[in-house]
């Protein structure tokens, strides 16, 4: 029944060491975000993909990239994570962009040590 | 660009009673006004959202009211129960029409 599907949910790195987080959704959406989310914070809007077409939030760093290479499979890498990349990260899909009903993913949490 | 602030931070209910989360936007262009609930080690869900063509939308004992001359929206949760203690974020679309969280409102509900 699961319709947005994130792997793994605990993810553990060392400062520095590349780390990609994966996405899958079942639901044919065309649009897939990723979201950073710290301890008691909102979620944090770092890209999305509207179909191929992806977009980049101006404050995301460069330190962080996506991947979409079909509809139902999107990748956050992170290329050379540091402590202040720990956290919660969510994965969302709608079927179109806007206003729209976002369909979140239960998040992996990443731990940089 | 849109600005939403969501008060308060936190709040205790005693378990059956109301509990009220309030929202303020700054773009009147704004017309869509999701609510999300997050529980603990999960993602957020969609509880109910409202469309400035009305001014209120109940869902069983969930119900959201929309000011639009003032600029504010709020969620109401009657008859709370344990299994409403959660996180809870308003949010409203920027002119691009992204979806600005606000902070979000701890509820415990107490028993």
């Known amino acids: 029944d699961a319709m947005v599907i994130q792997n793994p949910r605990y993810q553990v790195t060392q400062f520095g060491k590349p780390v990609t987080l994966s996405c899958s959704q079942t639901?044919?959406?065309?649009?897939m975000y990723w979201y950073q989310q710290k301890s008691s914070q909102a979620p944090k809007l770092l890209f999305h993909?509207?179909?191929?077409?992806?977009?980049n939030e101006a404050d995301t760093p460069d330190n962080f990239q996506s991947r979409r290479p079909n509809t139902s499979f999107c990748f956050l890498d992170i290329r050379s994570p540091g402590l202040g990349d720990a956290a919660m990260y969510l994965c969302?899909?709608?079927?179109?962009?806007?206003?729209?009903?976002?369909?979140f993913g239960p998040g992996t949490r990443l731990l940089v040590l | 660009g849109e600005n939403v602030e969501q008060h308060p931070s936190t709040l205790s209910v005693q378990e059956g009673d109301s509990a009220v989360i309030k929202c303020t936007y700054s773009?009147?262009?704004?017309?869509?006004f999701p609510w999300y609930k997050q529980e603990l080690g999960k993602g957020p869900q969609l509880i109910i959202d409202?469309?400035?063509?009305?001014g209120e939308k109940k869902d069983q004992r969930i119900a959201v009211t929309l000011n639009k001359t003032a600029k504010h929206f709020s969620l109401h949760i009657t008859e709370t129960q344990p299994e409403d203690s959660a996180v809870y974020f308003c949010?409203?679309?920027?002119?691009?029409?992204?979806?600005?969280f606000g902070k979000g409102t701890r509820l415990h509900i107490l028993p």
């Open positions: 969302a899909t709608s079927r179109d962009p806007g206003k729209q009903t976002q369909y």
């Open positions: 949010a409203a679309p920027n002119r691009d029409d992204k979806i600005i």
């Open positions: 773009d009147s262009a704004s017309n869509y």
């Open positions: 409202i469309r400035s063509n009305v």
């Open positions: 639901l044919n959406h065309n649009v």
């Open positions: 993909y509207y179909d191929k077409d992806f977009n």
